[in-house]
């Protein structure tokens, strides 16, 4: 009998007919939650909107932990590959995906959460855009590790509660390098994974870091979790600020005279039309 059957009343009276209930052996692995089981738990949670985004928080926060924790910076690949593997499930599954989800997203400043948001906001409107299965799942790579590198960054600037000074600021912007360092060690060498971590905090009116690239300068990918990104932070509350929404955050995006020009507007209003 697999996971997830519906027991009517007949099925359950045979069950408790039987002396013992056996666990095939290639299925133990399955009742426990782990990168591995986790595309299990999401087929069967399909439906439950808050289960299935907690069981990603869980697996990324297992994901995260042992990296921020590992001397070495390892990152378990497979397990990232099969969380993003798992969202891009869900996104082709569930037409109305980001709606549904946004919801139950978690307004916490920390790197675990961010991450997995920026990779889901990443695939969804990579999947609108009608990016190929391979495309999705770099994009979401991308998004789930654009920032480990902020693991190099002390933790009194990253959660300092007033504005970053000149030099901390300096500091702040040089974790998209030591991501990058951070991947190459992990062996990711693929040029589009690494392109849009490197530039994800560019902006096409040439304002961003570290390389000031505009518009024709960005790549669909960097476009796409510049946004993301962005996006995500001006929706979850900080030290200094309370959350926006999610459309007055894309408003600001789209009208805001200082953030007008600074991304994609096709790939904004598309956004818009997701939520």
């Not at 979401?140 to 480990?148: E, N």
């Not at 200094?240 to 953030?259: P, V």
Request: hydrophobic residues 40%; contains cysteine; charged residues 25%.
């Amino acid at each position: 009998m697999k996971a997830g059957t519906l027991l009517s009343g007949i099925l359950y009276a045979k069950l408790q007919e039987q002396k013992s209930l056996y666990i095939a052996k290639k299925d133990e692995k399955k009742q426990i939650l782990s990168c591995e089981s986790l595309k299990y738990y999401i087929m069967y949670n399909r439906d439950n909107f808050s289960k299935r985004v907690q069981l990603l928080y869980d697996i990324t926060n297992q994901l995260f932990d042992i990296f921020l924790s590992n001397r070495n910076n390892k990152i378990n690949l497979s397990c990232v590959e099969l969380i993003v593997k798992s969202i891009i499930y869900l996104v082709k599954y569930d037409e109305m995906f980001l709606r549904n989800t946004m919801p139950h997203f978690k307004n916490e400043h920390m790197l675990k959460n961010h991450s997995l948001q920026v990779a889901i906001y990443a695939v969804a409107l990579g999947h609108a855009l009608k990016f190929s299965e391979e495309q999705l799942l770099k994009l979401g790579i991308a998004g789930l590790l654009h920032d480990v590198g902020l693991k190099k960054i002390d933790d009194s600037i990253i959660d300092k509660e007033s504005s970053l000074d000149e030099t901390e600021t300096a500091i702040v912007q040089k974790h998209v390098l030591y991501s990058i360092d951070i991947i190459k060690q992990n062996n990711i060498h693929d040029p589009y994974i690494l392109d849009a971590i490197m530039h994800h905090h560019e902006r096409y009116d040439g304002s961003g870091y570290p390389d000031n690239l505009t518009k024709e300068d960005m790549s669909d990918f960097a476009s796409i979790l510049a946004i993301c990104d962005v996006f995500d932070a001006m929706t979850n509350s900080r030290p200094h600020r309370k959350n926006y929404s999610s459309f007055a955050a894309l408003r600001i995006m789209i009208r805001d005279s200082e953030m007008v020009n600074r991304f994609n507007q096709k790939y904004l209003h598309i956004s818009l039309k997701l939520l």
